[in-house]
């Protein structure tokens, strides 16, 4: 059991380290150097757009603030557009631009060269079975991301 409890201590530290590794990477576009934040941000705009700052703070957990100073130099860059919304104008909606739909392509095929020059001494067996892995625990965090912390006393 104690075996167990390292293994997956030790597999908890080093999901923390991937995601920190690959979010800290920092890509050069075209007209702008992007933060994994930035990136992030892009991302989840592409994925529903158009999105409003609001909706895409609950998808980066988040504040609408911290959302909107990201927004400021993509939208500088060109990156992403602003649409007033009709029926609101109060409201804008995002979404990416073709500018920032090349820096996002330019992106993923950085990403893919990081990762596929990682994975070199991996047979494709052994890269299957860490997907299947990854693919099964993201699944059961997600079913189960409730985490109620009971007051002592």
Do not use: W
């Amino acid at each position: 059991m104690e075996n167990r409890q390292a293994l997956i201590q030790e597999m908890l530290t080093s999901l923390i380290r991937f995601k920190k590794t690959m979010t800290s990477v920092r890509i050069s576009c075209p007209g702008a150097i992007l933060s994994g934040s930035q990136l992030s941000l892009l991302m989840i705009i592409r994925r529903h757009q158009p999105v409003t700052v609001n909706q895409a703070a609950r998808e980066l957990s988040m504040t609408p603030g911290a959302v909107s100073q990201l927004l400021e130099s993509l939208e500088t860059t060109g990156f992403v557009d602003k649409i007033v919304r009709s029926d609101d104008r109060r409201s804008v909606l995002l979404s990416v631009s073709e500018q920032g739909q090349y820096a996002l392509r330019h992106f993923e095929s950085k990403r893919y060269e990081l990762v596929t020059k990682a994975l070199r001494e991996f047979s494709d067996e052994e890269i299957a079975i860490i997907t299947k892995a990854h693919t099964a625990i993201l699944h059961q965090l997600e079913q189960n991301n409730h985490i109620t912390v009971q007051k002592e006393g």
